[in-house]
T-cell receptor, first 111, second 115 residues
Framework: TQLLEQSPQFLSIQEGENLTVYCNSS?????LQWYRQEPGEGPVLLVT?????EVKKLKRLTFQFGDARKDSSLHITAAQPGDTGLYLC???????????FGAGTTVTVRA | ETGVTQTPRHLVMGMTNKKSLKCEQH?????MYWYKQSAKKPLELMFV???????ENNSVPSRFSPECPNSSHLFLHLHTLQPEDSALYLC??????????????FGPGTRLTVT
């Protein structure tokens, strides 16, 4: 059983549409990160959220940390082909410095 | 360019070969990590080094042997691997092991195929 469950596993949308990716757990996290990984490359850190209920915006990307710090979502507005990639959430539990990763959501934005 | 480089980018080796993966970070960080990424599975933490000292070994088989000569370089020595070891091996770094270990910077990975 994975500590962090991501859904959906795959998502294919048309350019200009919106999308949301979810990251859920039954455990509490002291912080949660979102990474994007493009084919042939390593993951690149997008954002870190640490406070329950926190919302962060990065251009067309909106990240939310659940009030109970057990879940998070990533929303992309007006998706572009450049948003294509594998989106990974990762979290650190209290008093644990190791990151646990979800299996990822593969997002494809068609032109 | 994340400031973390890995060589080689691709490696094909037989089960009896010995090879090494290299990672170098140019970020002035003090913690370095090895991860294994297999298809449709979460990243698996293998080893952590903080200020050249190994702080984590996540029950990794002894056919994987890490080496960290200084805070900027990390190696993964491979010998007598199995086909199921085929995967993308990612190196990462962070400021140090601790609360700042949550924000990690990854290299592009080495795609390893064991035949």
């Amino acid at each position: 059983t994975q500590l962090l469950e991501q859904s959906p596993q795959f998502l294919s949308i048309q350019e200009g549409e919106n999308l949301t990716v979810y990251c859920n757990s039954s455990s509490v996290f002291s912080s949660l990160q979102w990474y994007r990984q493009e084919p042939g490359e390593g993951p690149v850190l997008l954002v870190t959220v640490v406070t329950g209920g926190e919302v962060k915006k990065l251009k067309r990307l909106t990240f939310q940390f659940g009030d109970a710090r057990k879940d998070s979502s990533l929303h992309i507005t007006a998706a572009q082909p450049g948003d294509t990639g594998l989106y990974l959430c990762a979290g650190a539990r209290p008093n644990d410095y190791k990151l646990s990763f979800g299996a990822g959501t593969t997002v494809t934005v068609r032109a | 360019e994340t400031g973390v480089t890995q060589t080689p980018r691709h490696l094909v080796m037989g089960m009896t070969n010995k090879k090494s993966l290299k990672c170098e970070q140019h970020l002035g960080h003090n913690a370095m990590y090895w991860y294994k990424q297999s298809a449709k599975k979460p990243l698996e933490l293998m080893f952590v080094y903080n200020f050249k000292e190994q702080t984590e070994n996540n029950s990794v088989p002894s056919r994987f042997s890490p080496e960290c000569p200084n805070s900027s370089h990390l190696f993964l020595h491979l010998h007598t691997l199995q086909p199921e070891d085929s995967a993308l091996y990612l190196c990462a770094s962070s400021v140090r092991w601790g609360v700042s270990s949550y924000e990690q910077y990854f290299g592009p990975g080495t795609r390893l195929t064991v035949t």
